[in-house]
């Protein structure tokens, strides 16, 4: 990426961009409304109770989402993916 008027290059690192996209990934499972919308689904409701088991159960199901979440982006956007060229031998 060329900066403007600086003529600079810039080199942003795959792994880099990966965790950005993990954490926005993270900030969307990890948003309370939508720890509170899955709670309501799976009639885990005292999310917010701290004696209750509900928020145990739902921290479960998030830690296994967002294991998924990030298994899938791996498959998609793999940051240590390196660009082979193709021998051809003759």
């Given at each position: 990426m060329k900066i403007p008027y600086l003529n600079y290059e810039l080199t942003i690192p795959?792994?880099?961009i990966f965790s950005f996209m993990i954490a926005l990934v993270y900030a969307f499972v990890a948003f309370p409304d939508i720890n509170k919308f899955i709670g309501s689904y799976l009639y885990l409701e005292d999310y917010d109770d701290v004696t209750s088991s509900d928020r145990y159960y739902l921290l479960l199901i998030h830690s296994v989402v967002m294991g998924f979440l990030t298994?899938?982006?791996l498959m998609i956007y793999n940051p240590s993916k390196q660009i082979h060229s193709k021998h051809i031998h003759g």
């Open positions: 795959r792994e880099a298994y899938i982006l």
